[in-house]
């Protein structure tokens, strides 16, 4: 009897419930997603779309004047990612540690505080950086003068072999809260009478939280992780606020996204290129897939996710 | 007394680690907006100290109001921000309903279809999108940012609620539908108002990267009548970077808003996360 009933009738709700959210999706970011993968397959030859299949590709890895810039731009986005798994995401976990204690008082004051660099733009947060570093200021060295450093300090962001990992820790001062209310919440999901337990058996403090705590939330670790490598891969942003389309000094804070960029629109003496800029997009997609995969298929299916 | 003693002694590391790096968030925001209000030598030959009666001076601001249309930039910021928060809200909360509430053939397939785009940036589709804007003669207006919006921020959205309501409880739904409530009454009156505090949270991770974007605002609206506040003031700051005050005076207004909408909906986050621990 139930069967029949679903056979008979349509159930058009499901459909009114999901095409607004399907439509919108599959026609601004799927179809415009392939369209591009299929537009890096061709070129412009007289003011006419002309398909060339892989030309374009060999172009980026094969002639120098792309292929130098395309892996340095690919080896400087791998040192901003390493940095931001290196220092962000530590710090991120120590704070959430620390906040979800649950006799910290201010934890509230704390943790609003420390979100506030995550909500300003890339353009403040570039410019303030570029100001504050500024040896015109003189605020970087008066500070390191202040501590007995000042022979630490240089034109970080002036000089090519201190620019790129600058600009990282700048990111990574940014995006700090964003791991930090993450792990936070997972924390606080905890069950008490997991870690009332534990307490019971004597583990407390460090050890509760080596031992009980960071097993608990590997999955959130293994999720900001992989949320960080999207995001560094297909940053732009504060590049271009920080050192413009040209990424200077001399390409040296050059990522996939900048390079990209330039190559679409075009910057000073260049051309814009949407095919080679597609060309570019296609291998940035690849690359994204590949951690993607190498995440859900290498660590996020060996993780257990704890039901609680 | 030992113990008391250890706690007292690690809450005062605890506190001495927050308040370092509170001040290490802060300090740039601090130095940013103290010197705004000073004259341009002040800036110079004291950074750090806070504007006194001798130092003091408006005199960037005057300049930010009288060259940029930063009311204007506002003004589009907030319509695309509020316009795409609604439809990815909307849409996203009524995909998640339908995911999360009906048996049907391909439920699953359409999910993962949905959840392709949490990891892959739409970026990557920036060629096409423009193109596509161009020949639809969207280019150059704020539905084209919101679009766009749109439908980066549906696929997390309706990950995200499609996991709450999958907790609300089977029995209220169907005394729903014994009550004789359509299944849009369901979702509307019943389901919506017990995820709110998750619709808060898509809300506020969308709201973030939404208003302070610079790529899509670039491509696709670089127009003066369609400006964000992000592009706005970074091209107003491109062109005074001589100008110390201007440079720091539009800094300090990029930075009013957003700390505006923040003391709004910090409280809405903390709940949202709050809630959704407590369950």
Same mark, same amino acid.
């Given at each position: ?20 959210a ?28 002309? +398909?060339?299949?892989l ?21 400087n ?35 609003s ?11 403040i ?89 960071l ?17 560094? +891969?297909?940053?732009?942003d ?20 900048? +390079? ?49 | 007394?030992?113990? *008391? ?8 590391? *605890? ?13 740039p ?11 341009r ?12 009666a ?34 990815i809200?909307?849409? %996203?909360?009524? *995909? ?23 990891? @892959? ?11 596509m ?10 539905? $084209?940012? @919101? ?5 980066q921020?549906?696929?997390? $959205? ?17 005394? %729903? ?11 509307f ?20 990267? @939404? ?36 440079v ?6 990029? @930075? ?10 910090s409280?809405?986050?903390?709940? %949202? ?7």
């Amino acid at each position: 009897m139930p069967e029949q009933q679903t056979k008979a009738k349509f159930r058009w709700h499901i459909v009114v419930f999901l095409a607004p959210a399907v439509m919108v999706y599959t026609a601004v970011m799927i179809y415009p997603l392939f369209n591009t993968l299929r537009l890096s397959l061709f070129t412009e030859v007289d003011q006419s779309r002309v +398909f060339v299949g892989l030309e374009n590709f060999r172009t980026l890895f094969g002639n120098t004047l792309w292929s130098t810039q395309f892996w340095n731009a690919l080896g400087n986005n791998f040192w901003f990612f390493l940095v931001h798994m290196l220092v962000q995401n530590p710090i991120g976990v120590a704070l959430a540690a620390i906040l979800s204690h649950p006799k910290l008082r201010f934890a509230g004051f704390y943790r609003s505080a420390i979100f506030i660099p995550t909500i300003l733009s890339f353009v403040i947060v570039g410019f303030a950086w570029k100001l504050i570093l500024s040896p015109i200021w003189g605020i970087a060295p008066g500070l390191l003068d202040a501590v007995g450093l000042k022979s630490l300090y240089a034109p970080w962001l002036g000089k090519e072999a201190y620019a790129l990992t600058t600009l990282s820790l700048v990111s990574v001062w940014q995006f700090v809260g964003i791991p930090m209310m993450l792990i936070y919440a997972a924390l606080l999901s905890i069950p008490d009478e997991i870690l009332e337990a534990a307490e019971v058996d004597g583990v407390t403090g460090f050890a509760a939280f080596w031992k009980i705590k960071l097993p608990l939330i590997l999955p959130s670790i293994g999720i900001i992780s992989i949320l960080t490598f999207v995001a560094n +891969f297909n940053a732009f942003d504060l590049i271009y606020a920080a050192q413009g389309a040209l990424a200077g000094p001399d390409f040296s804070t050059d990522i996939l996204g900048t +390079f990209m960029y330039r190559t679409f629109f075009g910057f000073q003496l260049q051309l814009g290129d949407p095919h080679m800029g597609s060309t570019i997009a296609s291998a940035m997609f690849a690359i994204i897939l590949i951690g993607v995969c190498l995440y859900l298929f290498g660590i996020q299916s060996r993780m257990r996710r704890y039901q609680f | 007394m030992n113990v *008391a003693r250890q706690n007292r002694l690690n809450s005062l590391a *605890a506190h001495g680690a927050l308040i370092l790096y509170t001040v290490i968030a802060l300090f740039p925001v601090f130095v940013i907006v103290i010197n705004s209000f000073k004259t341009r030598k002040a800036i110079f030959r004291e950074p750090l100290a806070l504007p006194d009666a001798e130092s003091f001076s408006l005199i960037g601001y005057e300049t930010v109001l009288k060259q940029g249309d930063f009311f204007l930039y506002f003004q589009n910021s907030m319509i695309v921000t509020v316009g795409s928060l609604f439809f990815i809200l909307l849409f %996203g909360a009524m *995909a998640a309903f339908a995911l999360a509430e009906y048996r049907f053939k391909g439920n699953t397939l359409m999910g993962l279809y949905l959840a392709l785009g949490i990891m @892959i940036p739409i970026r990557i589709g920036t060629v096409a999108i423009l193109e596509m804007m161009v020949q639809t003669g969207l280019v150059n207006t704020l539905w $084209a940012l @919101i679009l766009v919006y749109t439908a980066q921020g549906l696929p997390l $959205a309706v990950f995200i609620l499609s996991e709450f309501m999958r907790q609300v409880s089977d029995d209220l739904k169907n005394a %729903g539908r014994i009550d004789g409530l359509s299944e849009y009454r369901i979702f509307f009156r019943l389901v919506l108002p017990l995820v709110r505090p998750a619709m808060a949270t898509v809300a506020v991770f969308n709201m973030i990267p @939404i208003w302070n974007d610079l790529w899509f605002p670039l491509i696709l609206a670089p127009s003066e009548e369609v400006k964000t506040l992000t592009l706005g003031s970074q091209v107003f700051i491109g062109q005074f970077v001589t100008d110390w005050n201007a440079v720091l005076s539009a800094l300090s207004l990029a @930075i009013l808003p957003v700390m505006a909408l923040y003391v709004v909906f910090s409280r809405q986050l903390i709940r %949202g996360i709050t809630s959704g621990a407590v369950k």
